[in-house]
């Protein structure tokens, strides 16, 4: 059954890939009202993501398109060795701290990156981790990992970051 | 009898050629609209805050978007003022003699009765509420990356600002209560985005929404007993309701898109929110009690912010398309058009009378006229404003 959906995934990515490149949902894996799967609640709340260790998984970082809340081909290497390592440490909780460029306005972009940070979770269950380990939290434009007002800042910015609740 | 009298008097002083403003995508038309100023006048109050209170009062006069401040031999009506311990008595004669227009007593100390002063003058002219006694709420930012941001409240005219929250973390999205007394807002300061309510007179806050996730966004149901907010403990930012002192949610959006910033229209029947679940965000209205969301065309692509006017007749949104602009749909006529110039404008919030907004551009609030597009600064000495919201 999951792998008739990750086929069904993979084949939607690349369908609409093929035709709608700038728009959301590109991916199809999420963020298209058309496909079937469902979200799954949020655990309970545990740990504090403001003093969660965003650095020993810094590399797993999944960087987004403009407006996009798509887990773009390129970046899935880097939830697979995520996935891999919540599956090496199944009691460890985590957090996907989302985050986006300052361009756009202030509730939207805190929900947009909220739904960044859910996107990359949905993500991770598909590839069999536990969701009841992985919390997610929304900074919008507020937390910027680079400060300056240009394309290569804004790239930097639009983020989701995994970050080890203690 | 007043309406001829006041039409004697009313000259056409903005005859603005109806201009085009460039946007991105299909734009609708900015509508400079013609508009008609009466002609006022204020005599000196005297006293001690006398000055202060006739300043006041000439600022608040020329803002209301409805008079032109003259000298006293050129005014349709003259306002006139004493100041008394509990306030100011006021009182607004017409040139051509008989019945004042207005003839009563405001309290309060001198910038707030003179705040009344005009409101209780403005609407007896023009027939629609007075704003200058409002007040705003807002955020304001410090510096750089680890920026707080905390929630203020000031006067329309921006006097009398002061620090409501002292939370060391991120504060958005600050709105009254219908009556003013409560503001509702989100905050991270227990390290996710929960949604408080600050109640102004007991100084008390209260969390009403934790849930796992993210709760943000909430905004007061017109009789006050509800929240409208976004909620993404679904695994997903949805538009839900609440009590407004905190209890179980009902859901009312079921999206795989990015659904927030909930606002009700005037009578509680319906919510107008943003959603992203067909591309780039739009606003979607649907009944208050849950049901089809139906799109808004509003010509532009990426409106967010959403805000219904005090009389049910439009709303008004951010178009971030356009460089940070200010759009306004009309109800009836299901037209859209932009009603700003410039750039870096957001986050309009009507007042009383549904046609001035206040909106924050570039971090400074302003007090936009959607009828002739005119924005004036609300000055105060904090940065980064954001989120401004009026009390009705």
Not at chain 2, 176 to 186: E, L, Q, V
Not at chain 2, 203 to 213: I, L, S
Not at chain 2, 310 to 337: F, L, N
Request: glycine residues 10%.
């Amino acid at each position: 059954m999951k792998y008739t959906y990750l086929t069904l995934l993979v084949l939607l990515a690349i369908l609409t890939g093929c035709s709608n490149d700038a728009k959301k949902g590109d991916g199809a894996a999420f963020g298209d009202s058309s496909d079937s799967i469902s979200d799954t609640a949020l655990p309970e709340r545990s740990g504090n993501p403001d003093t969660a260790d965003y650095e020993t998984l810094k590399s797993e970082t999944v960087l987004f398109a403009y407006d996009s809340f798509t887990i773009e081909a390129k970046e899935r290497p880097k939830l697979d060795k995520l996935a891999n390592y919540l599956s090496n440490n199944s009691s460890t909780k985590i957090v996907i701290a989302g985050h986006t460029d300052s361009r756009g306005t202030p509730q939207y972009n805190l929900a947009l990156s909220e739904k960044r940070a859910n996107a990359v979770r949905q993500y991770l269950i598909g590839l069999g981790a536990n969701g009841s380990n992985i919390s997610t939290v929304g900074y919008g434009e507020d937390r910027p990992a680079s400060e300056g007002e240009n394309d290569s800042a804004w790239n930097q910015n639009r983020r989701a970051s995994p970050g080890i609740l203690r | 009898m007043l309406l001829s009298l006041a039409m004697r008097f009313i000259l056409p002083i903005l005859l603005l050629t109806p201009c085009l403003l460039s946007a991105q995508s299909a734009a609708p038309v900015i509508v400079i609209e013609q508009t008609r100023k009466v002609d006022v006048a204020v005599s000196p109050i005297a006293g001690t805050e006398g000055p202060l209170a006739t300043r006041v009062l000439e600022e608040d006069l020329k803002r209301s978007g409805a008079c032109r401040v003259v000298e006293p031999t050129a005014a349709a009506f003259t306002l006139s003022g004493t100041l008394t311990p509990s306030g100011i008595a006021g009182k607004a004669s017409p040139r051509t003699g008989g019945a004042p227009l207005v003839e009563s007593s405001f309290s309060g100390d001198a910038r707030r009765a003179a705040h009344q002063f005009a409101d209780a003058f403005i609407e007896a002219l023009t027939g629609t509420p007075g704003f200058a006694s409002s007040r705003i709420t807002f955020a304001s930012a410090s510096a750089g990356k680890n920026r707080k941001k905390e929630i203020y409240i000031s006067d329309i005219d921006g006097a009398n600002a002061r620090q409501l929250t002292q939370d060391g973390a991120l504060g958005y999205g600050p709105k009254f209560s219908p009556d003013g007394s409560k503001i509702a807002y989100s905050s991270d300061k227990s390290g996710y985005r929960d949604t408080y309510v600050i109640d102004l007179n007991t100084k008390k806050r209260t969390c009403v929404a934790q849930f796992p996730g993210q709760n943000t966004g909430a905004a007061f149901s017109p009789n006050g007993s509800t929240l409208a907010l976004s909620l993404s403990k679904f695994g997903n930012p949805e538009i839900c309701t609440i009590p407004s002192t905190g209890g179980e949610p009902t859901r009312l959006t079921n999206a795989r898109g990015t659904d927030c910033s909930p606002t009700w229209s005037p009578d509680g029947t319906k919510i107008v929110y943003v959603s992203d679940e067909r591309g780039s965000p739009g606003l979607y209205i649907l009944p208050a009690t849950g049901g089809t969301p139906e799109k808004l065309n509003t010509e532009s692509s990426y409106t967010t912010e959403p805000d219904w006017s005090p009389d049910g007749k439009k709303i008004a949104y951010s178009i971030t398309s356009g460089g940070g602009q200010i759009g306004v749909y009309d109800m009836e006529s299901k037209k859209a058009r932009i009603v700003s110039r410039g750039s870096g404008l957001e986050s309009p919030s009507w007042t009383k009378n549904s046609r001035h907004l206040v909106c924050s551009q570039n971090g400074t609030l302003v007090l936009l006229d959607s009828m002739t597009g005119e924005a004036i600064k609300i000055p105060n000495n904090l940065s980064k404003n954001t989120e401004p919201n009026t009390t009705r």
